[in-house]
C-alpha cells in the first residue's frame, strides 16, 4: 500500500504565481519529510526538507508546511519561474531509519510554469 | 559536493542476460540505495546497503541482487532480465552522519 501519496500527477501555473504541490502519508511514525526536484535525464536533486516536530520550513522561494494531524506536507513556490518545470517528488523516513536514512517517495508531480 | 556516478547512462540488453548497474560514491558514504523509477509510481527501493558486504532488501527486490563489496562501490545485478525491468535505475548514497540522500544521474535500462 502507497505509505506516501502525491494525488495530483501534474499542475501547470503562470510564471510569477505560486505552486502548491501537495503530499499527504498514511504512517504516523514518519519523522522527517523531503522533497526532490528531478529534471529529465537528471537525478534527483535535494530540495528542502521538514522534521516532524515543526510545522513549517523556508529556503528563499521554497516553503514546506506539515500538519501533522492531517498527515499532509506541501511545499509552496513562490514566485514560480519556468527553471521550476520538472518533476517534484516527496519522501517521508520512518522513525527507526534515522541511521541509514531509508525513505519512501511519493510517485511525483510534474509542474510546468508557462512563461 | 558529492557526487555519484552511474557507470551507463543508456543500456540496451536482451532477455535472459546477466545486467550488471555500477555506482560509485566520493563521499565516504556508509549508506547507498538503488531505487528504480516507473511513470506513476515513482521511486520505489530495490535494495540498499548500510556498510561493506551489508545489504537490506527494499521493496521491490525480486529479481534483482547486489553486491558492495568496496565502500565506494554498489552493483545492482539483474540476474537473468526480463521485459518488465526496462526502467530508470537510480542509485543514492547518504552518510551515516545525516542530510539527504543524494542521487546519480540514472541508467535508462531497456530489455528487448
Known amino acids: 500500500d502507497q505509505q506516501v501519496k502525491q494525488n495530483s500527477p501534474s499542475l501547470s501555473v503562470q510564471e510569477g504565481r505560486i505552486s502548491i504541490l501537495n503530499c499527504d502519508y498514511t504512517n504516523s511514525m514518519f519523522d522527517y519529510f523531503l522533497w526532490y526536484k528531478k529534471y529529465p535525464a537528471e537525478g534527483p536533486t535535494f530540495l528542502i526538507s521538514?522534521?516532524?516536530?515543526?510545522d513549517k520550513n523556508e529556503d528563499g522561494r521554497f516553503t514546506v508546511f506539515l500538519n501533522k494531524s492531517a498527515k499532509h506536507l506541501s511545499l509552496h513556490i513562490v514566485p514560480s519561474q519556468p527553471g521550476d518545470s520538472a518533476v517534484y517528488f516527496c519522501?517521508?523516513?520512518?522513525?527507526?531509519?534515522?541511521?541509514?536514512?531509508?525513505?519512501?517517495f511519493g510517485q511525483g508531480t510534474t509542474l510546468q510554469v508557462k512563461p | 559536493d558529492v557526487k555519484v556516478t552511474q557507470s551507463s547512462r543508456y543500456l540496451v540488453k536482451r532477455t535472459g542476460e546477466k545486467v550488471f548497474l555500477e555506482c560509485v560514491q566520493d563521499?565516504?558514504?556508509?549508506?547507498m540505495f538503488w531505487y528504480r523509477q516507473d511513470p506513476g509510481l515513482g521511486l520505489r527501493l530495490i535494495y540498499f546497503?548500510?556498510?561493506?558486504?551489508?545489504?537490506e532488501k527494499g521493496d521491490i527486490p525480486e529479481g534483482y541482487s547486489v553486491s558492495r563489496e568496496k565502500k565506494e562501490r554498489f552493483s545492482l545485478i539483474l540476474e537473468s532480465a526480463s521485459t518488465n525491468q526496462t526502467s530508470m535505475y537510480l542509485c543514492a548514497s547518504r552518510g551515516r552522519q545525516g542530510g539527504p540522500q543524494h542521487f546519480g544521474d540514472g541508467t535508462r535500462l531497456s530489455i528487448l
Open positions: 519522501a517521508a523516513r520512518g522513525g527507526g531509519s534515522s541511521n541509514t536514512g531509508k525513505l519512501i
Open positions: 563521499m565516504d558514504h556508509e549508506n
Open positions: 546497503s548500510y556498510d561493506v558486504k551489508m545489504k
Open positions: 521538514i522534521s516532524s516536530i515543526k
